[in-house]
C-alpha cells in the first residue's frame, strides 16, 4: 500500500522520532512536512492525504476547526500535544490516537501501524462502524485525565460502569479507569467476545468460569468475582453462548 503521510510540526526537523521515515522508501511513505496549520489545511486541500500527524501545540481552536472541516473515513489523524485534558475535544473527530508529550518513537509508530490498519480495513470494504470495533487489534487505548495507556484486550475480565467513567478489570487485579463511558467500550470490543449482561458490566466471555443459578443468575469471572445477570440480557448471554436454556 502505498501512503502518503502528512506532518505538522513547527519543530519536525529536530524531532528524531520523524527519522523513521528515512529509512522507508518513498513508494511506501511519501511524507510532507508543514510548519503551520494553515499549510497542512492548503496540503490537504490539494491532496488527501492518508494520514495527517497534528502537533497541536497551544493551536488548539485551530486544529479543531481543521478536523471539523476535514472528517473522513479516508483520512486517520495521529494528535499529539503537551495537554491531555484536549484529548475528549479530539476524540469526536474519528481521531486514530492522541499521543501526549514526551512521545516515544516506538508509541508513534504504533500509532501509524494503527492507522495504516484501519485504513486497509476501510479500503478492503469493511464499514467504519465494524472497523472501529478493532476486532483484529490486540490492543485498546484507556484514556485517563493524567496519560493514554495501551490494554491488552486479552487482559480484560470484565468493564464496570462508573457514572460517565469506566473502570476496567484486570487479570492482574489491576483496575485501570478510564474517561470513556460504557456505551463506548461496548461499541469498540468485539460483540462475539464481550457480552454486555448487565447495564454496568461488561464481561469477557474468555474468562467466564461459570454461572451461578442460586439467588438469581451470576458470571464468575476468572478473578472470582461475581457479576449479576440482568434478566433482559439473559437471552443475548445465552445467544453468545450457544446455550438453548439456561
Do not use: W
Not at 49 to 72: G, M, R, V
Not at 203 to 221: A, R, T, V
Amino acid at each position: 500500500m502505498n501512503l502518503s503521510i502528512l506532518i505538522a510540526d513547527k519543530n519536525h526537523k529536530q524531532n528524531k522520532n520523524y527519522s523513521l521515515f528515512e529509512k522507508i522508501p518513498q513508494e511506501v511513505f511519501h511524507v510532507e512536512y508543514c510548519d503551520t496549520l494553515a499549510l497542512v489545511d492548503l496540503k490537504y486541500t490539494t491532496k488527501k492525504h492518508d494520514i495527517i500527524i497534528l502537533n497541536i501545540d497551544e493551536k488548539i481552536q485551530e486544529s479543531l476547526s481543521f478536523l471539523q472541516k476535514n472528517n473522513s473515513d479516508n483520512t486517520k489523524v495521529i494528535i499529539i500535544s503537551s495537554n491531555q485534558e484536549n484529548a475528549i475535544k479530539f476524540y469526536k473527530y474519528n481521531i486514530i490516537e492522541y499521543l501526549v508529550f514526551p512521545v516515544d518513537g516506538s508509541i508513534l509508530l504504533i500509532a501509524i501501524l494503527k492507522a495504516i490498519q484501519s485504513l486497509a480495513s476501510f479500503k478492503n470494504g469493511i464499514s467504519n462502524e465494524i472497523e472501529n470495533k478493532n476486532r483484529f487489534n490486540d490492543f485498546i487505548t484507556i484514556s485517563s485525565m493524567k496519560k493514554i495507556e495501551f490494554i491488552k484486550i486479552k487482559d480484560i475480565v470484565f468493564l464496570q460502569a462508573d457514572g460517565k467513567y469506566t473502570i476496567v478489570h484486570l487479570a492482574t487485579g489491576t483496575l485501570k479507569l478510564a474517561t470513556r463511558n460504557l456505551g463506548e467500550f461496548q461499541k469498540l470490543l468485539d460483540p462475539q467476545v464481550f457480552c454486555r449482561i448487565h447495564h454496568k458490566y461488561i464481561i469477557n466471555l474468555n474468562k467466564l468460569l461459570q454461572i451461578n443459578k442460586s439467588d438469581g443468575y451470576y458470571c464468575e469471572m476468572e478473578n472470582n468475582k461475581l457479576i449479576p445477570v440482568s434478566k433482559r440480557r439473559m437471552d443475548f448471554l445465552n445467544k453468545s453462548l450457544n446455550i438453548s436454556n439456561m
